[in-house]
């Protein structure tokens, strides 16, 4: 028996040789591997002559096959800059799927984070097949999108989506659930430093809060800050100082944020969670960073942009896919606590 080093240095395997394997005729793996299998090919047979495929190790001569079809197999991901690893996530995720399809994806960050992008190419009509685009980028679209690119968004308002379809975070769910933990804990008096960013996203985090504070007897008002740790304390800072009763809890529409936030507290001579409960959104590594560690609500990234491109590809391939809400998780750690009396 040969062993893995002389299975190696061997001929490349062919679709010759996967149709053997997979019982199949040639003329079979040719039409599953250009994308013509539907209609004249069991999907069984299809997912067959696949893993015969991944077994060998056979590749298609993607080039090729993309000359033949008029199709460069390339999306594009627009997010906001990657300094926030929440959208890094999402991109792992969104290239995992690609890859497995025979995609690849070219990630543009929006300049500034948010605002208009300059079109990556000369022609993105001609260089790409769809787009995958956060909402909080959105405004890059009408440059890159060109007259009719395939879009789907990600944490969009479904009812009023650029896109053929959506995927979104249970965002909502996510602020509910943070609010009930901290009128659990007896809190009454909230800050809520939101996010300085015109998004469909944030405004739901806002709306959700305001919501599960509705006939309660807690008071709730709210200061903006951007997403960055400096501009958060700066705003928190000032929030805290103002006269009249201090809030105990200060809910944060980002973990950056309630990092900046904790960082005010501190410089005041506050102690979380005692003296003020901090709470975040995301999950990122930055929540298990900082002392005590944040209660935040967990996004699943990774499935987020794993999702977003299954739906593109369904997109791609003629279907409409559902819209499609991903569930979150409240993370209960230290920076919360019973409201002081």
């Given at each position: 028996?040969a062993?893995?080093?002389?299975?190696?240095?061997?001929?490349?395997?062919?679709?010759?040789?996967?149709?053997?394997?997979?019982?199949?005729?040639?003329?079979?793996?040719?039409?599953?591997?250009?994308?013509?299998?539907?209609?004249?090919?069991?999907e069984?047979?299809?997912?067959?002559?696949?893993?015969?495929?991944?077994?060998?190790?056979?590749?298609?001569n993607?080039?090729?096959?993309?000359?033949?079809?008029?199709?460069?197999?390339?999306?594009?991901?627009?997010?906001?800059?990657?300094?926030?690893?929440?959208?890094?996530?999402?991109?792992?995720?969104?290239?995992?799927?690609?890859?497995e399809?025979?995609f690849?994806?070219?990630?543009?960050?929006?300049?500034?984070?948010?605002?208009?992008?300059?079109?990556?190419?000369?022609?993105?009509?001609?260089?790409?097949?769809?787009?995958?685009?956060?909402?909080?980028?959105?405004?890059?679209?009408?440059?890159?999108?060109?007259?009719?690119?395939?879009?789907?968004?990600?944490?969009?308002?479904?009812?009023?989506?650029?896109?053929?379809?959506?995927?979104?975070?249970?965002?909502?769910?996510?602020?509910?659930?943070?609010?009930?933990?901290?009128?659990?804990?007896?809190?009454?008096?909230?800050?809520?430093?939101?996010?300085?960013?015109?998004?469909?996203?944030?405004?739901?985090?806002?709306?959700?809060?305001?919501?599960?504070?509705?006939?309660?007897d807690?008071?709730?008002?709210?200061?903006?800050?951007?997403?960055?740790?400096?501009?958060?304390?700066?705003?928190?800072?000032?929030?805290?100082?103002?006269?009249?009763?201090?809030?105990t809890?200060?809910?944060?529409?980002?973990?950056?944020?309630?990092?900046?936030?904790?960082?005010?507290?501190?410089?005041?001579?506050?102690?979380?969670?005692?003296?003020?409960?901090?709470?975040?959104?995301?999950?990122?590594?930055?929540?298990?960073?900082?002392?005590?560690?944040?209660?935040?609500?967990?996004?699943?990234?990774?499935?987020?942009?794993?999702?977003?491109?299954?739906?593109?590809?369904?997109?791609?391939?003629?279907?409409?896919?559902?819209?499609?809400?991903?569930?979150?998780?409240?993370?209960?750690?230290?920076s919360?606590?019973?409201?002081?009396?």
């Open positions: 028996m062993g893995p080093q002389q299975e190696a240095a061997g001929p490349r395997p062919t679709s010759r040789d996967v149709a053997r394997a997979a019982g199949v005729s040639q003329a079979t793996v040719s039409l599953v591997f250009g994308e013509k299998w539907r209609g004249r090919v069991a069984r047979t299809a997912q067959r002559v696949r893993d015969t495929a991944r077994e060998l190790g056979y590749r298609p993607l080039a090729a096959r993309n000359l033949r079809l008029g199709r460069t197999r390339t999306a594009l991901l627009v997010v906001p800059a990657l300094t926030n690893e929440f959208f890094a996530r999402v991109y792992t995720g969104a290239a995992r799927v690609a890859a399809n025979g690849g994806v070219v990630l543009y960050p929006s300049p500034e984070g948010i605002g208009p992008a300059r079109d990556p190419f000369d022609s993105s009509r001609a260089a790409l097949d769809g787009i995958l685009a956060s909402s909080i980028a959105s405004d890059a679209l009408a440059t890159i999108q060109g007259d009719a690119l395939p879009l789907v968004m990600l944490d969009s308002d479904p009812a009023g989506s650029l896109g053929a379809a959506t995927v979104n975070l249970d965002i909502g769910d996510g602020m509910r659930r943070t609010a009930e933990h901290l009128l659990a804990l007896g809190h009454r008096d909230f800050l809520h430093l939101a996010a300085g960013v015109d998004s469909w996203t944030f405004d739901v985090r806002a709306e959700a809060l305001a919501a599960a504070l509705r006939g309660t807690a008071a709730v008002r709210t200061v903006r800050a951007l997403l960055t740790v400096d501009d958060a304390r700066t705003a928190a800072e000032a929030a805290l100082r103002a006269p009249g009763p201090r809030p809890a200060l809910v944060c529409d980002d973990d950056i944020l309630a990092a900046g936030a904790c960082k005010a507290a501190r410089r005041l001579g506050l102690r979380v969670p005692e003296d003020l409960s901090v709470t975040g959104f995301d999950d990122l590594t930055l929540a298990t960073a900082v002392e005590p560690e944040l209660t935040t609500v967990r996004l699943p990234a990774e499935q987020f942009g794993e999702r977003g491109m299954t739906s593109l590809l369904a997109v791609l391939d003629g279907r409409t896919p559902e819209p499609d809400t991903l569930p979150v998780e409240l993370v209960i750690r230290g919360t606590a019973p409201a002081a009396r």
